[in-house]
């Protein structure tokens, strides 16, 4: 059992603003696979095979492939602990913001209200010409779905070399600048602009709590890090921060 500041403890008493940035790995135990962990799909996948628009011009097919092999994984997934956990600190604190890198939409299923999605979510879609949105069920008896303009369908997350969705970002970097306690749970913190959050938060004032399997990027300016799973660690704060109310 890990075992939790009792500091910690105390600064969350005093805390109005929590933030969760999540990576992948708060997923993991929902069993979708990471990224660059010893599971990662990008293992034997190269991000620029895959996760860029150029790729899906040359390759539809595949990339859509992937999609839906990772769509079918996140349908059959549920919340885990550590999401439900999340969601249920909206009942101890002001304000609770989500801001997530994935795009499996588990913490919006975990009950969590305000959830900022900087790499978009694999829900949704939109046509690469006109950008109309396609958020039904595609068919793609016919190969990969066109829009009714001709345009190619893509899903609507955020690939390398693009731009984040300025509403999602910029609501990300307020939570962050306004957090008193800033979570970071089951991140490898390389990617960016949204790793830069975490130093956003940092330089406003706010405590980092890193909860992750392994050290990152982040250890380094985490006030507290607590190595394990996200699950365990996440409930183990609150349950302590909910038993230092009784005294
Ligand atoms: C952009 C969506 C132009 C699709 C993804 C500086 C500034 C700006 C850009 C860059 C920059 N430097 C480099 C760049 C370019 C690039 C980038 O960051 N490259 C990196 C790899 C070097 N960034 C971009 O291209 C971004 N756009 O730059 O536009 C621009 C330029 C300037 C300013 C503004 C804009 C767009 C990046 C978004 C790419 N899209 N995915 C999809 O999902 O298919 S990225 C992909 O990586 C996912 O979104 C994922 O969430 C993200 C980060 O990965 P993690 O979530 O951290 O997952 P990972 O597997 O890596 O780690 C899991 C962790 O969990 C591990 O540490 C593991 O130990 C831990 N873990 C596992 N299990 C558990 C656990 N922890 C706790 N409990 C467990 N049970
Ligand atoms: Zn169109």
Same mark, same amino acid.
């Given at each position: 059992?890990?075992? #939790?500041?009792?500091?910690?403890?105390?600064?969350?008493?005093?805390?109005?603003?929590?933030?969760?940035?999540?990576?992948?790995?708060?997923?993991?135990?929902?069993?979708?696979?990471?990224?660059?962990?010893?599971?990662? #799909?990008?293992?034997?996948?190269?991000?620029?095979?895959?996760?860029? &628009?150029?790729?899906?011009?040359?390759?539809?097919?595949?990339?859509?492939?992937?999609?839906?092999?990772?769509?079918?994984?996140?349908?059959? !997934?549920?919340?885990?602990?550590?999401?439900?956990?999340? !969601?249920?600190?909206?009942?101890?604190?002001?304000?609770?913001?989500?801001?997530?890198?994935?795009?499996?939409?588990?913490?919006?299923?975990?009950?969590?209200?305000?959830?900022?999605?900087?790499?978009?979510?694999?829900?949704?879609?939109?046509?690469?010409?006109?950008?109309? /949105?396609?958020?039904?069920?595609?068919?793609?008896?016919?190969?990969?779905?066109?829009?009714?303009?001709?345009?190619?369908?893509?899903?609507?997350?955020?690939? &390398?070399?693009?731009?984040?969705?300025?509403?999602?970002?910029?609501?990300?970097?307020? !939570?962050?600048?306004?957090?008193?306690?800033?979570?970071?749970?089951?991140?490898?913190?390389?990617?960016?602009? !949204?790793?830069?959050?975490?130093?956003?938060?940092?330089?406003?004032?706010?405590? $980092?709590?890193?909860?992750?399997?392994?050290?990152?990027?982040?250890?380094? $300016?985490?006030?507290?890090?607590? &190595?394990?799973?996200?699950?365990?660690?996440?409930?183990?704060?609150?349950?302590? /921060?909910?038993?230092?109310?009784? /005294?």
């Amino acid at each position: 059992m890990i075992q #939790i500041d009792k500091s910690l403890i105390d600064t969350l008493r005093k805390s109005e603003s929590i933030v969760f940035f999540t990576g992948a790995g708060i997923s993991s135990e929902s069993g979708i696979p990471t990224f660059r962990g010893k599971d990662g #799909i990008w293992n034997k996948l190269k991000p620029e095979e895959l996760a860029n &628009f150029n790729a899906f011009i040359r390759n539809p097919e595949m990339v859509w492939e992937w999609y839906n092999h990772r769509k079918k994984i996140i349908h059959e !997934a549920q919340p885990n602990a550590a999401h439900l956990t999340i !969601a249920e600190t909206q009942n101890h604190f002001k304000n609770v913001t989500v801001v997530t890198q994935n795009i499996d939409n588990l913490h919006r299923r975990a009950g969590s209200n305000t959830v900022f999605e900087l790499h978009g979510n694999i829900e949704r879609n939109f046509c690469i010409n006109c950008k109309k /949105y396609y958020n039904e069920e595609l068919d793609f008896s016919k190969g990969v779905p066109k829009c009714e303009c001709g345009g190619l369908i893509r899903p609507d997350v955020v690939w &390398f070399g693009e731009y984040l969705p300025e509403d999602q970002f910029l609501g990300g970097e307020k !939570a962050a600048i306004s957090s008193d306690v800033f979570f970071v749970v089951g991140t490898s913190a390389v990617v960016y602009p !949204a790793a830069g959050l975490v130093y956003t938060a940092k330089q406003s004032g706010a405590t $980092i709590v890193e909860v992750n399997l392994e050290e990152t990027p982040l250890s380094s $300016i985490a006030d507290y890090s607590y &190595f394990g799973k996200a699950g365990e660690i996440l409930h183990g704060v609150l349950e302590e /921060y909910k038993l230092s109310l009784k /005294y």
